[in-house]
């Protein structure tokens, strides 16, 4: 059977470098992203604090134990996104006169329903492409768009996301999507430096439609983050399995448990697995050993928690100017809207 050649979704220069398997499902020919977790895995947990990046959490049982955490009555995230989303899809897309939409990290595409039924409600035949590094969750959101909506042209693209927003073509009037408040996940190096290539990946007709957490009473922070079901705890730890897995270490999860709190100066909820006996922990794959002494702390995962007014400012310096801001009666949370500017 020969390839279909890459859409026009795709930047005419990397359309030759995008194969489509399974069908709708396009990935760079020549990504490894099986070298890439060793590299990082190894690098952070050496590093002083040991850490992890956030990305690792997501194997197939954290993605299931991340969708619990979704319907947790303490994570109130998700279902308060989502209203915003619902209650506001109709002027978001009025206000973003694009025919594709991208969607960074789709998973089930749950929320971005909402969108997706506005746009070919107002603008008929449209693309969506969501990007994500789960071939899973790309599948899922295919059967699930496809079903629903026919008039999308469905795209997924199986990819990191620098590798993905780089691809697309810039002359193709586009709203770029990235919701959950992922962006709390990225560190103080990796938040400037996602921004700034997505910045520089968007054409002079594209939209950001981006969803960010906001600081709150401290109680309602934690309890998010620390839930009575202990759903996020499992989640957090599930991560050393995933690495055991992929590279053959002995992390012992009978012998770590997990501490969150809420960092007010870095205003950030800091999730952390902690030794509770001190252990050789051995990478026989990459010939390294290191030892996790009792009660000293992994840093697994942030969540940073915005000031929509500074964030909005700070993307302004990118290039990003700020359209709108949409937010619930809380104030909980924002969903908020930038134009690239020209
Ligand atoms: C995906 N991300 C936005 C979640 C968050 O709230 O930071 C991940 C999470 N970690 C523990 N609970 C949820």
Redesign the pocket.
């Known amino acids: 059977m020969t390839q279909p050649t890459a859409p026009h979704i795709f930047a005419a220069d990397q359309r030759s470098r995008w194969l489509s398997n399974p069908p709708g499902i396009w990935s760079l020919q020549d990504a490894d992203l099986d070298a890439i977790p060793t590299m990082s895995i190894l690098t952070t947990l050496w590093d002083q604090p040991r850490w992890l990046e956030?990305y690792h959490?997501y194997d197939e049982h954290g993605s299931e134990l991340?969708e619990d955490?979704c319907d947790l009555p303490e994570?109130y995230?998700t279902r308060t996104e989502n209203s915003i989303l619902e209650a506001n899809a109709k002027n978001i897309v009025a206000a973003a006169p694009v025919k594709c939409i991208v969607e960074l990290g789709a998973g089930y595409s749950k929320k971005t329903i909402h969108l997706l039924s506005e746009q070919t409600r107002q603008r008929g035949q449209s693309v969506f492409a969501p990007i994500d590094v789960s071939v899973a969750g790309l599948l899922a959101s295919q059967s699930a768009v496809q079903k629903d909506f026919p008039q999308l042209e469905f795209h997924g693209i199986h990819a990191r996301y620098e590798d993905g927003i780089c691809a697309i073509e810039k002359s193709l009037p586009t709203l770029f999507v990235f919701l959950?408040?992922?962006i709390?996940?990225f560190n103080h190096t990796e938040f400037p430096r996602f921004f700034r290539a997505l910045s520089a990946a968007m054409g002079p007709d594209d939209y950001l439609l981006l969803g960010a957490?906001r600081i709150k009473p401290v109680k309602l922070l934690e309890d998010?983050?620390n839930d009575s079901r202990g759903i996020?705890a499992e989640?957090?730890l599930n991560v050393f399995r995933n690495i055991n897995g992929l590279l053959g270490a002995n992390f012992d999860l009978k012998q770590m448990r997990y501490q969150s709190w809420f960092n007010p100066e870095w205003q950030q909820?800091e999730?952390y697995a902690v030794a509770t006996a001190s252990q050789e922990i051995r990478f026989p794959n990459a010939g390294a050993a290191f030892e996790w002494r009792q009660n000293e702390k992994i840093l697994v995962?942030i969540?940073r928690k915005f000031d929509a007014n500074r964030l909005q400012q700070q993307l302004r310096f990118i290039g990003l100017t700020p359209v709108e801001h949409f937010t619930d009666a809380n104030q909980w949370f924002s969903v908020l809207l930038f134009r690239k500017e020209g």
């Open positions: 956030a959490l991340f955490i994570y995230l959950g408040s992922t709390g996940n957490d998010a983050y996020t989640f957090i909820i999730m995962e969540s």
